[in-house]
């Protein structure tokens, strides 16, 4: 089995189709890479390189293709910042662009361009974020909206989208200059998260951006002359609005008001994500089947809706689209392909190679989507991995997403093919709580109902050794970030399940991950988990590290100590408990990461510590 992992993921095309860069993992931290598809230097590619060090995240084109925007983590932890450099690849200067007042830090994410203009969010100590505009110069900050739990989406020639509201419960509103737009009915329970701006009158790509006069000073929308509310502004958005399922929908603003239209939707499944083309002929679609993608092509002139093109892997994400539709960038990936960037021209559905050396790595089978049903009667699914052929089966690992709103996917996993080769199944269950089933199933586990998705977590593992899948006692229970604290929580609340437990940056007190970890992260969980001040109860209620006598598995605690969004306290205070009982618990922490702990090599040590912990703790 390989050991060497090389992921290719994140593109982002240029808007003439010559160009795209992405993000590369093989080896320290992912690195974007800016690589040529036509011209001169067609085939060749050059790393971006930035002066810090730390994962990127992100990287994209302006839409005029003279820049290439960078969001980067310092040294792995939960803060980023934005860099820019130019397309060319003789000119090495990189700039960092995310400008604080004086005496203010926090992070920066990167959104989108706006014409010449990079659109951001900097959320600040107070958990107030702010929406703005950032020139590539790094001298001007135009704002377009502050206010906390709102979170810039999509910006164009004057216009922007703005989710509000907390998990579950999200909407878009439409700012134009002092004008501020509901775009969709009330409908509480819904969930409205992304949108593209299209334009009112002229090609996307022709936009300049706003013009003004550059300064060194924050300036607001009406400044910059962004407060016209002629016309009409179209855009295409997300969301559950007015049905159970995440669906496609065109809003138009008028002056006489908002109206909306169904333009794409798959009854009993999912719009994942989408893009549309700066032209607006081309929009490119992908829709969540249990998990798995299927990707379809709209012209939206005519509204005409093709077959879905057969995609090289079993999950697909991360769309970017030439200006001119005719070149379509994706993340493809699967149990037996790694994570690389395919791309498709979406008119002839042809896939064009475009890496000589391809994404690599330990990998296997695909595998089998499984019913259960709970306890209550309620059905949820997982994704089953089993053991190659002719290596017996020595356990079983739940390995349980992240959110809670995540979802076990059948994508690429480095952490599952070593355990796979060494006897140990691996159960992907999306519980109660996980996204991709429709709203009510994303509600399922609010609050109080959170005792039913702990509940499911045991039902999983009953299924397991009932199905034959894994030995009376030999299953274990992992999982990464939220999926760290339902691990914590199965072993505390049904213990007699489990014969070991991988707790991954999970929460362990959900009171004191309140109060430690990011305000704006804490406010937006309110729905979710239940409010620290008058939830207080219920919350210790819910919180393994008040019930750590329960514990009887062994428990390897897992986390990197610059995670601002769990607190490596979370992991340490549960580490603590768990050896003053006397009980078998290990913590492994790695100084130069964070939250996703991004560090290829740090990946390969937390790799082969989950195998070892599990191999041994099926011996015993």
Wanted: aromatic share 8%; charged share 25%.
């Amino acid at each position: 089995m390989a050991e060497q992992v090389r992921r290719i993921y994140g593109a982002s095309m240029s808007p003439d189709a010559t160009a795209f860069a992405h993000l590369v993992d093989d080896g320290g931290y992912p690195r974007a890479v800016q690589r040529f598809l036509r011209g001169w230097r067609a085939s060749s590619s050059r790393d971006v390189e930035l002066p810090v060090e730390g994962p990127v995240t992100r990287v994209m084109h302006s839409a005029d293709g003279h820049w290439l925007a960078c969001q980067v983590a310092p040294e792995g932890g939960s803060r980023s910042q934005i860099w820019v450099v130019t397309t060319d690849p003789d000119d090495r200067d990189a700039r960092r662009i995310d400008r604080w007042p004086s005496g203010v830090e926090g992070t920066a994410e990167l959104i989108s361009w706006d014409g010449t203009l990079v659109a951001a969010i900097l959320t600040g100590e107070d958990g107030v974020g702010t929406s703005c505009l950032l020139d590539p110069s790094g001298t001007t900050v135009i704002v377009l909206d502050r206010r906390s739990g709102g979170r810039l989406v999509d910006a164009w020639g004057g216009a922007s989208l703005v989710r509000v509201g907390p998990r579950g419960y999200r909407d878009l509103i439409m700012l134009r200059a002092l004008t501020e737009t509901a775009l969709l009915p009330y409908d509480p329970g819904s969930t409205t998260d992304t949108g593209i701006i299209l334009d009112d009158h002229s090609p996307r790509r022709l936009r300049s951006g706003p013009e003004g006069e550059t300064t060194d000073l924050y300036y607001p929308v009406k400044d910059y002359g962004l407060d016209s509310t002629e016309g009409y502004v179209r855009a295409l958005i997300r969301s559950e609005n007015g049905a159970q399922h995440a669906r496609l929908l065109e809003v138009t603003v008028t002056a006489d008001g908002v109206s909306y239209q169904v333009v794409a939707e798959r009854p009993g499944y999912e719009l994942d994500e989408f893009t549309v083309s700066d032209d607006l002929s081309t929009v490119a679609m992908l829709w969540n089947l249990h998990g798995a993608s299927e990707l379809q092509i709209l012209e939206y002139a005519d509204q005409t809706l093709h077959d879905p093109i057969p995609l090289p892997g079993m999950v697909a994400g991360e769309l970017s689209i030439s200006a001119g539709g005719t070149m379509l960038a994706m993340t493809v990936e699967g149990p037996s392909k790694p994570p690389t960037v395919e791309l498709v021209d979406p008119r002839t559905r042809e896939w064009e190679l475009v890496d000589r050396e391809p994404s690599c790595g330990p990998v296997s089978d695909d595998p089998t989507l499984e019913t259960i049903i709970a306890r209550d009667g309620l059905t949820f699914s997982g994704w089953l991995f089993r053991p190659p052929e002719g290596v017996e089966t020595i356990g079983a690992m739940l390995f349980l997403h992240g959110g809670p709103e995540g979802q076990g996917r059948p994508g690429y996993n480095e952490f599952f093919p070593a355990l796979l080769d060494e006897g140990i199944c691996v159960f992907l269950p999306n519980v109660r709580g996980s996204g991709g089933f429709g709203r009510a199933f994303m509600h399922a586990d609010d609050r109080e109902r959170r005792f039913a998705a702990i509940d499911d977590v045991a039902d999983a593992a009953r299924f397991l050794v009932g199905n034959g899948h894994a030995p009376a006692g030999r299953v274990a229970c992992c999982g990464w970030s939220y999926g760290g604290y339902l691990t914590q929580a199965a072993l505390t609340f049904h213990p007699d399940e489990f014969a070991a437990g991988i707790s991954i940056c999970g929460m362990s007190d959900l009171n004191s991950w309140y109060r430690n970890t990011e305000q704006w992260i804490a406010a937006a969980a309110y729905p979710k988990y239940g409010h620290p001040v008058s939830d207080q109860d219920l919350l210790e209620r819910l919180s393994p590290l008040p019930r750590a006598d329960k514990v009887t598995a062994p428990l390897l605690l897992v986390h990197g100590l610059n995670d601002t969004n769990v607190p490596p306290g979370e992991s340490q205070q549960m580490y603590d408990a768990l050896t003053e009982l006397g009980r078998r618990v290990e913590l492994l922490t790695f100084e130069d990461d964070g939250h996703e702990i991004d560090k290829r090599e740090n990946r390969a040590v937390l790799r082969k510590a989950m195998t070892a912990w599990l191999v041994e703790a099926f011996a015993d």
